[in-house]
């Protein structure tokens, strides 16, 4: 298993919510930012998280492959961001 889902599961994050985050990351990165914040994740476990993503960024695209998501929407996402900076 994905250790960012592993994760998230020991926080207790519901599948339905772990679905639901990184589905919108594939479609809008900043709203998950949004679905992150109502999670409920205690700041030193959110740090810890985003330590992971930091140092093993493929891990977003295992876990998006992992749930059965689209990680070319993730690529054009950035690509959006890129943009409208």
Same mark, same amino acid.
């Given at each position: ?11 207790n ?7 639901e985050? =990184?589905? *919108? ?6 709203? *998950?930012?949004?679905? +992150? ?9 959110l740090?810890? +998280?985003?330590? +992971? ?6 891990? +977003? ?9 689209? =990680? ?14």
């Amino acid at each position: 298993m994905n250790p960012i889902i592993q994760m998230l599961k020991e926080l207790n994050v519901s599948e339905e919510k772990i679905n639901e985050l =990184f589905q *919108a990351l594939t479609e809008n990165p900043l709203m *998950a930012m949004a679905v +992150i914040g109502q999670l409920g994740i205690p700041s030193e476990k959110l740090q810890e +998280i985003m330590g +992971i993503v930091m140092t093993q960024p493929n891990l +977003i695209q295992e876990a998006v492959e992992e749930l059965g998501l689209d =990680f070319s929407k993730v690529e054009a996402a950035k690509e959006k961001l890129k943009e409208g900076l």
